[in-house]
């Protein structure tokens, strides 16, 4: 959850940590702050609320050091405030540690030192693991680097944990488990941070840390080693990113940015991948394991969040095309519920950032049984995609909006050719209707954009509805996961109450709420359930509420119902939710610019869920 960044080398570091932070900030915007060692003392400053803020108190600082550490939060252990803001000193104030993850057993570890004489400033488990460390350190008169692996053995919980000392000022220590740490190579430097995005300007080299994995770092050198103090070759990756896909560019905030990109996402997730001429679709990672994915017996989709909803997806279409049996769990429900996997079972972990904490866990329990693990993930090199066995990359490049959008449609690309794939492999359905699926991606990209062009007609909606304090998203079908998705786009941006229901559930509930001011959308585009679809927006009609459509071109059925209707291109109706989510994406984000939000950085959400 939150975003840490670190940099030793031959320049200031405060340029470097504030530009991280920044790049991080979708990860946690409760509360930053920066550390630096500066003549024999760490100096820290923080400050709760955004990074600006403590920018400004920086600003008015002098910088000489040239080893410092950075922190945005996302509050777990402590409310937001300055004094739970990170980093944090030990008592000696000798030591100062930046954390992401969560100690699961500090509050024994915090009462054990309270009665050795440790005071502590704040609420957090943080404070509690540096001052664990300085006291195996004190009593056993041992090494930092000793006194780090001792203390490491005995915690529980997930932690990626950047330390200082004043005692070692040319290093950075650093540690994790199940939260991401990426190391970038430069020129007698080093930069550390949660994700590549802040490395990237200065280095395409990086080093992705692993779990149980401590990195003694220098200017001039980085040692890995395990918890064993067994020294590790470190393994050099060259990341695949560029700049200009980290910035806001023209635009005024990331998540219309990130909107219009979709035409191209969608296409490079499918390029490459389309055979047309042979009625084919090329994925190595499925061909790799062609026999077990042939023989499966039944395929589980874990997921969390949007990426949840197109696992939703997913099912309808794996299940309709392939007649293979598919179970869509709550990755933070799955490991809990003793699931029944045998080996022979598919598991697909659908994750954007990669690192999800509940998914890697799930997905470590699963592995255990027995299971094959294929993942859909949106980032090379992370922890997910480490773990896997096979799996599809979606493509969709960096996403810094905390609501997802293009990932989303990257993730549902990717499940269509999975499943035309793993259709071909069990020959359940005829290659004609897989070239009938083909056709109509081909030009999926171009009919994205021709929505995009659009979007002023949506914004015309937004004013019509911001106002409203709930809102009903109604599908059916292989729309049904379009209505999770769109309300739950709309809660996250305009904090608006909003709910996803299957249209025909309606009447077992949500329609006590109908009435002239409530704002109902309904996703209809054309499929086998449109008659019925059309039977539930005439009981919402009967009751006055107000009726949005999302119908394909030349329904001109839609208007006999309200004015309220945005027409998207006609396709295959395993594509239609692809196309039905961008209007939903565009009518959450005018609905948010009207009331003023900050919609690329929602209250109390981060991007990257990295605590359970």
Known sequence: MCGIVGYIGTDLAFPFVLKGLKRLEYRGYDSSGMA??????????????????????MLSKTHTSKIGIGHTRWATHGEPSDRNAHPFYSNSKKLAIIHNGIIENYAIIKKELQNKGFQFESDTDTEVLINFIENIQQENQVSLEKSLRIALQKIRGAYCILIISVDHPDTIFAARKGSPLVIGIGNNTHYIASDASPIVEFTKEVIYVNDYQIAIIKSDELILKNLGNETITPQITKLDLEITSIDKGIYDDFMLKEIEEQPFTVFDCLRGRLDFKNCNIKLSGVEEFEQQFKQTQKITIIACGTSWHAGIYGKYIIETFCRIPVEVDYASEYRYRNPIIKKGDILIPISQSGETADTLTAIEAAKKDGALIFGIINVAGSSIARICHAGIYT????????????????????????????ALIKESISKQQILEVIDHLQILPTQIQKIIDQKDQLKSMAEKIYAAPNMLYLGRGFNFPTALEGALKMKEVTYIHAEGYP??????????????????????????????????????????????????????????????????????????????????????????????????????????????
């Not at 820290?44 to 990074?51: D, E, H, Q, R």
């Not at 209809?524 to 119908?551: F, H, M, T, V």
């Open 36 to 57: 630096f060692l500066n003549k024999n003392q760490i100096d820290i400053t923080k400050s709760v609320g955004k990074i600006s803020q403590l920018e400004d108190l």
């Open 395 to 422: 493509h969709s490049g960096v996403e810094i909006g905390v609501a997802s959008t293009k990932a989303y449609t990257g993730q549902l690309t990717a499940l269509v050719l999975f499943t035309l794939k793993l």
């Open 503 to 612: 249209a025909a559930e309606m009447k077992h509930g949500p329609i006590a709420l109908v009435n002239e001011n409530l704002p109902v959308v309904f996703i209809a585009p054309k499929d086998n359930y449109l008659e019925k679809l059309y039977s539930n927006i005439q009981e919402i009609n009967a009751r006055k509420g107000k009726i949005i459509i999302i119908a394909n071109e030349q329904d001109t059925n839609a208007l006999q119902y309200t004015n309220e209707v945005f027409y998207i291109p006609n396709s295959h109706e395993i594509l239609n939710p692809i196309l039905s989510i961008i209007p939903l994406q565009l009518l959450s984000y005018f609905v948010g610019k009207l009331k003023h939000l900050d919609v690329d950085k929602p209250r109390n959400l981060a991007k990257s869920v990295t605590v359970e």
